[in-house]
Structure formats: C-alpha cells, structure tokens
C-alpha cells in the first residue's frame, strides 16, 4: 500500500512538474514580406528574433526565458513571432536592412515595416516582458522619444528616458549625439556634481561635447572626488571606443561629419599627452590613411610604429594594422602585412597574438590565391585555438577572409 502511495505521489509529482511549465513563444515561418502582409492584416506588431547559431545568449534565452508560460502568454497573444537567422536564407538582407550588429537583437516592427522597439542581449524573463510591452506604448521607446527629442522637448526627463532606451538598443553613436545635445545645455559646474556625473559614466560617450572637454579639463579634480582609477577609465574608454566608431564611419562611409568632429576632439584633448594618447592617435592616423587609401602612408606609419621603443601594445596594434590593411588595400601591398607578422613573430608574442598572426596569415595566403599554404594556416590557427582552450585561455575571434 505505502509502495503504490509513494508511486502514485512520484507520478503526480512528475506530471506536475512536467505540465507546470509547457508553453513557449511560438514562431511563425514565412518569408518576410509574407509576415509584414500578415502583421498588417491582423493588426499586430512583429516580435523579430535576430540570432545566430552561434549565438550563446541567443540559445540561453530561446531555453531560458522564451519557455517560460507567462512569457509565450504575452507573446503569442500579443505579437506576431518571427525568427530568422542573420547568417541564412533572408537573414543577411535582414541584418543589413534593420542594421542588426550584435546578438541576441530584438526588434518590435509594425505592418508598415517600421521599428517601433528595440532591444539587444539577454535578461531576465521579467526584464524581457517589460521591455516588450513597451512595444505597445510608442512614445515610450527609443523610436517614440526621438520623435520628442527631435521636436525640440530636451526635458530632463525626456533626455534621460531616450538615452536609457537607446543605451538598450545598442545604438551607442545615437546615444552619444543625445547626450551631447543634453550634457552640453547644462551649466558646466553642474557637471561635476556627483548625479551629473554619474550620468556622464553611463550616457556621455561623445569626446566631441563641449561637456566632455570641460570635464576632461577638470581630470584633476574629478580623480580627488570620484578617484583616480575610475575617473581615467572612463576617459580612455570613452576615446578609445571613438577611435572604433571613427574607423567604422570611414568604413561605411556614414556620419563622416561627426566622425571628423570627433577624431579632431580627440587630438586636441590627447595633445598634452598620456599613458593612450600615442596608440590612439597612432590609429586615428592609420584609420585617414586607409579612408583615403594612403597606403604608402599607412605602410610607413606601422613601420615607425614597431620602431618606437616606448609604444605599449605595439604588437596587437600592428596585428590590427596588418588584417586592415589586407582588408582595403590591393594586393601589391599584401606583402607588407606578411613582413609584420613575421617581425611580430621574432618578438616572442603570446599564444592569443600567435593566434591572430596564424589568422593573418590565412587570409592574406588565401587573398594571395595560395591555397595550400592558407589550409596550413588555418590549421595551425585551429591547433593553437585548442592548445588555448586547453589552458583555459581567451582566444581572438576569428576574421572574415
């Protein structure tokens, strides 16, 4: 009798346990045009999962977060559910066309093929429900408060709700203009009040704002306030991920006004110099050079780089000199990058920069037409990878060829 009681309560147990948590967003399969007629006609807002397969928070939020019943309830009664794999079929259109550029990436598109939301990385199952909702509140997201921004309310509250919403959608270049426009109509001793500041941290990520140069004048007194070690890091983070924002308009060939606003910013801020202004302004250069296809120029840049005794990192900084320059230039001046790499090989470097060399190697041998010496490569590469993971070491993502 106790036997067929503990075996009827383990059964209910696993029934229990296996219907309490049953439902899960339920994706639509179409093509795009199909769901965008679709939406239209019911009258909902598309739910766009842009994933990869690759993607580790992706698979964690598909697992984690989409099978949870409260989620797929909002979700499959509210939205119309897509996915797509950026790098398959449609998706690459997709990616460039919604300018998908990190994942997991989240978007809320109404029937008209409009973004209504947007929202990138993984969270929480609550985190996600109220981002989502907001879907259906326009003037609540980052597309709706532009329109506010835009027309001229640059409130406190309408700023900050904007720039918070936009720091979401990783749209950091977007969030840097706002924050200039909001940070720059302050009073300039305000900025180094401890609330101003720490807003700063978060949203000021624009080395062109007038605000940014009046705190970075006042360095001195903000590490005696705030402390020295996260005062510094703010500013060379804040430089060096313009540097990256700068290269990448020259490369797209968009914004290129703000990109030179900021590039010329940043030459005056770094012009007393410090412990990054030789790396930073080394690139800045490399990054015109390239956009303007100096390759003469670029060329002996890296090399006055690797002569220069005092210049820190210079191995990972001609690496990344090297992959560019096999990236843009033609071929004649493949060579070049070859030379480096066998230069930055005598130097002894670590195993991640042995990685990144035996990548470079790869694609400039495969650009080159020498296939067998590029398969060589990419099994070196794939050996030293797995020597690293074996040690429990960070390896270098690997380039496009």
């Not at 991640?352 to 190697?361: E, G, H, K, T, V």
């Amino acid at each position: 009798m106790k036997r067929n009681l503990l075996t009827l309560a383990l059964s209910l147990g696993i029934l229990t346990g296996a219907t309490a948590q049953n439902r899960e967003i339920s994706f639509k399969e179409a093509d795009w045009k199909t769901q965008l007629a679709t939406a239209k006609k019911e009258k909902k807002i598309i739910f766009f999962d842009a994933y990869t397969t690759w993607c580790g928070p992706c698979k964690m939020m598909a697992k984690d977060v989409f099978t949870k019943d409260n989620v797929a309830d909002l979700f499959n009664q509210t939205f119309l559910n897509v996915k797509y794999d950026m790098e398959k079929g449609e998706g690459p259109a997709l990616k460039d066309k919604f300018e998908v550029s990190a994942y997991p990436t989240y978007l809320f598109i109404n029937g008209d093929g409009e973004v209504v939301h947007k929202i990138v990385g993984s969270m929480s199952a609550p985190e996600f429900m109220e981002e989502a909702k907001k879907a259906l509140n326009p003037g609540s997201t980052a597309f709706g408060l532009a329109k506010k921004f835009n027309s001229g309310d640059h409130s406190e509250a309408t700023a900050l709700a904007y720039m918070e919403a936009l720091d979401k959608a990783y749209e950091a270049d977007k969030m840097g203009a706002v924050a200039k426009v909001y940070f720059d109509g302050l009073p300039k001793a305000s900025l180094m009040e401890a609330n101003n500041w720490n807003l700063a941290l978060k949203y000021l990520n624009n080395p062109a704002a007038q605000s940014f140069a009046y705190l970075y004048s006042n360095k001195a007194e903000l590490e005696k306030k705030y402390g020295a070690e996260k005062v510094n890091a703010y500013f060379q983070r804040t430089m060096s991920s313009s540097v990256y924002a700068i290269k990448r308009a020259y490369e797209k060939k968009t914004d290129l006004k703000a990109a030179t606003e900021k590039a010329t910013a940043i030459r005056k801020l770094l012009s007393n110099g410090t412990d990054y202004s030789k790396p930073m302004l080394a690139q800045l250069e490399l990054i015109e050079f390239a956009a303007t296809s100096k390759w003469d120029k670029f060329i002996a840049k890296v090399d006055a780089v690797w002569e220069d005794s005092d210049f820190k990192n210079k191995a990972g900084f001609v690496i990344g000199a090297a992959n560019d320059l096999v990236t843009a230039a033609p071929a004649q001046y493949y060579k070049h990058a070859l030379s480096w790499a066998d230069q930055v090989e005598s130097s002894n470097p670590n195993l991640f920069a042995n990685i990144q060399l035996a990548d470079l190697r790869k694609r400039t041998l495969k650009k080159q037409g020498k296939t067998a010496e590029a398969e060589l490569m990419a099994t070196k590469a794939q050996d030293l990878r797995k020597e690293a993971s074996q040690k429990g070491q960070m390896t270098p993502p690997m380039m496009k060829d």
